[in-house]
C-alpha cells in the first residue's frame, strides 16, 4: 500500500525544481488514494463508475451481507407473539427474538422463534390477530 504525503504549495510552485520526496508524493498519493491511505483524501460515491467491468463494488457488499437466517443484520417476515399483548410495534421498536415467529404473507407462522434482539422495520397492531406479518430485521 502506498504512503499519502501531504504536499505544502510551495514544494509545487511554478517555476521551482521538485525534490524528490515531491516527485515520489506526486507518483505514489493517487495510489494512497485509490487505497484508502491514512490522510489520504476519500474517493465519493459520485465518482465511481457504476457500469465498470468490475466486481470489487459488488463483492464488497456481499461480504457484508449476512447469509444465513437469524444472523445480525438479517431481515426475516415475522409475527409478533407476546403474552401479555404489549401492542402496537411501530417502526423501529425492538422485539426479543424468542417473540417472534417465522412467517408468511398469507399469515402463517411456523412454531419455531429467532434469537437474539430485532428491530421492527414496519408495523404490528394486534397481536391477536394471527395473519399480522411485519419485516424485522436482526440488530444483535
Do not use: H
Not at 434482539?117 to 436482526?138: I, K, P, Q
Amino acid at each position: 500500500m502506498a504512503d499519502w504525503t501531504t504536499l505544502i504549495d510551495a514544494a509545487v510552485s511554478v517555476g521551482g525544481l521538485p525534490s524528490g520526496t515531491t516527485v515520489t508524493a506526486l507518483r505514489d498519493n493517487p495510489i494512497a488514494i485509490a487505497e484508502g491511505a491514512v490522510g489520504a483524501p476519500r474517493i465519493a460515491d459520485a465518482a465511481l463508475d457504476t457500469g465498470a467491468a468490475t466486481t470489487a463494488g459488488i463483492d464488497w457488499v456481499v461480504k457484508r451481507t449476512p447469509t444465513t437466517v437469524d444472523a445480525v443484520g438479517s431481515y426475516a417476515l415475522a409475527r409478533i407473539d407476546l403474552t401479555p399483548i404489549n401492542f402496537p410495534f411501530n417502526a423501529g421498536s425492538t422485539v426479543a427474538g424468542s417473540s417472534l415467529k417465522p412467517a408468511n404473507t398469507d399469515g402463517g407462522s411456523q412454531a419455531a422463534s429467532f434469537s437474539g434482539t430485532w428491530r421492527v422495520m414496519g408495523f404490528a397492531d394486534d397481536g391477536s390477530n394471527s395473519t399480522e406479518t411485519t419485516l424485522c430485521l436482526r440488530i444483535s
